[in-house]
């Protein structure tokens, strides 16, 4: 006897709350949504569950939720749901509520949806620096450094990106790389799955004698697929670029802006690729592409590391240099807010 006491009371600990369906189902577990239309717990073995209300023949949930009510008032307390009667177990004792609608709920210290809401929809600053330092000593002399600043200004609708990035090298007292990137991305989203987008875009590297490269492009996007795990994305557009050497040679040429980014979630790490074909109208053999590719790797609260590859590919670049400059790089990545 004491021992079935003892279960019914650990059970009754376990599983909070309790959905009893009218043809006699039991569903143990956390009431994690509420509204006229249905409810959801979540449960162990079948995670959430949704039932549709009128299906439901009992409720009760002991944990202390906000319920909101048609009416205005916000109440504090344990739930009991049976036929048409409902209760609200608050400290000031039992709250019959039968007679009102309950149009919302939600645990302590979490937000109220109506204000989540409002919360989520504002755009809001991130930010992220990553910094990388390699070397080697002995019969070869080499340090590497490279880092990248970034900030984003996002909202359900906009996108602002603004960044900064470089990289210097040096193998046995020469100098192997030194370039430096900077632009500004913004993107508003449209009719689903469609989006515009405008982007400037500069680069200097002393390696390929490049004095400086401006970019300036608008277009189309299209989300191909977008989901909390999952976003592939595609950009059409116009783009003029201006390339001014050492040599003294000043290009200007109009021409196709065209882009691919996929970002995919597996598990913890993030895996990114983003790739950018520009080619010229006047001359559809002269064009450049850039890629990256990297993985990130959580290491602690804020903090990543980062692998990845680039590609810089021009058609035709500058005498004395190659048409591919292939990179890598490991960095360590801080992100705030």
């Known amino acids: 006897m004491r021992t079935l006491l003892f279960l019914l009371a650990t059970a009754s600990i376990l599983f909070a709350d309790s959905v009893t369906t009218n043809d006699g189902s039991i569903l143990n577990g956390t009431l994690s949504n509420y509204s006229t239309d249905a409810v959801t717990i979540q449960t162990d073995f079948a995670g959430a569950v949704t039932i549709q209300r009128a299906a439901i023949k ?49 645990g302590q210290g979490e937000d109220d949806p109506a204000v989540a809401v409002v919360k989520n929809a504002a755009s809001h600053w991130t930010y992220e620096a990553a910094f990388d330092l390699a070397g080697k000593s002995g019969n070869t002399e080499k340090m590497a450094v490279g880092g990248r600043l ?20 040096e193998e046995n007292g020469e100098l192997t790389e030194k370039e430096i990137k900077g632009g500004i991305d913004f993107e508003r989203k449209t009719v ?64 196709i802006d065209v882009g691919l980014y ?5 598990a913890s790490y993030v895996f990114t690729t983003n790739v950018e074909y520009k080619p010229a109208f006047e001359d559809f053999s002269r064009y450049t592409v850039a890629h990256e590719s990297h993985v990130g790797i959580p290491l602690a609260k804020n903090w990543a590391m980062r692998l990845g590859v680039t590609n810089d590919y021009n058609s035709q670049p500058a005498g004395g240099t190659e048409e591919l400059d292939t990179g890598y790089f490991a960095h360590l990545v801080l992100k705030w807010q």
């Not at 002991?62 to 049976?82: A, D, F, M, V």
């Not at 909202?155 to 900064?164: G, H």
């Not at 996929?262 to 597996?266: A, D, E, I, M, R």
Request: glycine share 10%.
């Open 192 to 255: 689903k799955p469609f989006s515009w987008y405008t982007r400037v875009g500069m680069e200097h590297d002393e390696i390929e004698k490049l004095d400086m490269r401006t970019t300036a492009a608008a277009g189309l996007g299209m989300y191909l697929i977008e989901k909390e795990d999952h976003e592939l994305r595609g950009r059409l557009g116009l783009q003029v670029t201006h390339e001014s050497y050492e040599t003294g040679t000043n290009e200007t040429s109009p021409g």
């Open 150 to 169: 970034a900030a984003t200004l996002a909202s359900p609708e906009e996108k602002l990106l603004l960044f900064i990035s470089g990289k210097n090298a």
């Open 58 to 106: 009992e409720i009760r949930s002991s944990e202390q939720r906000y319920y909101r009510l048609s009416s205005g008032n916000t109440l504090l307390g344990g739930l009991t749901i049976s036929g048409d009667n409902k209760t609200i177990q608050t400290a000031n004792g039992a709250m019959n509520v039968t007679n009102d609608t309950i149009s919302a709920t939600w």
């Open 262 to 266: 996929q970002k995919l979630k597996l």
